[in-house]
């Protein structure tokens, strides 16, 4: 009896937040081992679900880097990295989009849906929702910026009842272009923008932002965030992270959460309890 009591407490604990982020739209970018291992993959498919079901209206972005990299070794087609950024050919492009569009998202997709949910996948070339222009042309060929999101094609997804699920390749503005490979940390960030998002998650493989002596920061501002940038506790991957979390809130979004995906449950833990598990980045 006393473990039962314990369950409805709870689920009474998380009722303020559910009650706060009922009809919210969430942005997820879904990433890292919570997107490759079996197992995640299932807690990551219930918590969608459960948020869902409790009127959250979360709209999700993916990556697959590991994926285009084994696709492309597979093919023996050359790919390599400038600052951490795939250098994207016109045939390094045709991969991308079939592992992103033709297969990662429609995994996704069809793991939501025989969970109970109404998931539609999508990229940017659709309804040309996203579009953009080359980060520099002569350096990482068609890797992209971002210039404009429509927002109305994915509010009316969200309101069919929909949760988009959204592979970062974004349209050209010219007749036949072969598209741009986005950032999925960035894109996430602009469609958050572009929606109205209360929130942007990135589920990660760390445990969220942490000091020189590898404790959690649990609470960070922009000021602090910039700090920690400047003296080099913030390094390496997680200066993109955080940048996309900056890109987010001065949009607009009022927090941007980086989690460890690689807890189960990561994403309901840090919604619906107080304490949370990774770090918010606040204006």
Same mark, same amino acid.
């Given at each position: 009896?006393?473990? +039962?009591?314990?369950?409805?407490?709870?689920?009474?604990?998380?009722?303020?937040?559910?009650?706060?982020?009922?009809?919210?739209?969430?942005?997820?970018?879904?990433?890292?081992?919570? @997107?490759?291992?079996?197992?995640?993959?299932e807690k990551f498919a219930e918590d969608i679900l459960l948020m869902y079901l409790v009127g959250i209206r979360p709209v999700i972005v993916h990556g697959g880097g590991p994926k285009i990299n084994d696709m492309l070794e597979a *093919?023996?087609?050359?790919? +390599?990295?400038?600052?951490?950024?795939?250098?994207?050919?016109?045939? !390094?492009?045709?991969?991308?989009?079939?592992?992103?569009?033709?297969?990662?998202?429609?995994?996704?997709?069809?793991? *939501? =849906?025989?969970?109970?949910?109404?998931?539609?996948?999508?990229?940017?070339?659709?309804?040309?929702?996203? %579009?953009?222009?080359? +980060?520099?042309?002569?350096?990482?060929?068609?890797?992209?910026?971002? %210039?404009?999101?429509?927002?109305?094609? &994915? @509010?009316?997804?969200?309101?069919?009842?929909?949760?988009?699920?959204?592979?970062?390749?974004? #349209?050209?503005?010219?007749?036949?272009?072969?598209?741009?490979?986005? =950032?999925?940390? *960035?894109?996430?960030?602009? !469609?958050?923008?572009?929606?109205?998002?209360?929130?942007? /998650?990135?589920?990660?493989?760390?445990?969220?932002?942490?000091?020189?002596?590898?404790? &959690?920061?649990?609470? &960070? %501002?922009?000021?602090?965030?910039?700090?920690?940038?400047?003296? $080099?506790?913030?390094?390496?991957?997680?200066?993109?992270? !955080?940048? #996309?979390?900056?890109?987010?809130?001065?949009?607009?979004? @009022?927090?941007?959460?980086? /989690?460890?995906?690689? /807890?189960?449950?990561?994403? &309901? *833990?840090?919604?619906? %309890?107080?304490? $949370?598990? $990774?770090?918010?980045?606040?204006?």
């Open positions: 009896m006393q473990k +039962k009591i314990e369950t409805v407490k709870t689920l009474l604990d998380a009722l303020p937040f559910i009650k706060e982020f009922t009809k919210e739209i969430i942005v997820i970018k879904y990433g890292g081992s919570a @997107q490759e291992t079996p197992q995640l993959k *093919l023996k087609i050359d790919s +390599k990295f400038i600052d951490g950024q795939r250098v994207t050919s016109k045939e !390094v492009m045709r991969i991308v989009e079939m592992v992103l569009s033709g297969e990662i998202n429609k995994d996704i997709v069809s793991l *939501l =849906n025989s969970h109970g949910a109404k998931a539609i996948g999508v990229s940017g070339k659709d309804a040309h929702f996203i %579009t953009a222009k080359p +980060k520099d042309f002569a350096k990482w060929g068609l890797t992209g910026n971002i %210039t404009n999101v429509k927002a109305d094609v &994915l @509010q009316k997804l969200i309101d069919d009842k929909f949760i988009p699920v959204i592979a970062p390749i974004a #349209a050209g503005e010219e007749m036949g272009h072969p598209g741009y490979n986005i =950032n999925a940390d *960035l894109c996430a960030s602009y !469609v958050a923008k572009a929606i109205g998002a209360n929130k942007i /998650i990135f589920l990660t493989d760390t445990a969220g932002v942490l000091n020189n002596d590898k404790e &959690l920061l649990e609470t &960070l %501002t922009k000021a602090e965030v910039e700090a920690l940038k400047a003296d $080099g506790t913030i390094h390496g991957g997680m200066v993109p992270k !955080v940048d #996309a979390c900056l890109e987010a809130i001065e949009g607009g979004v @009022q927090k941007a959460h980086i /989690i460890d995906g690689r /807890i189960e449950h990561s994403m &309901l *833990l840090e919604l619906f %309890t107080s304490e $949370g598990v $990774g770090t918010q980045i606040i204006k």
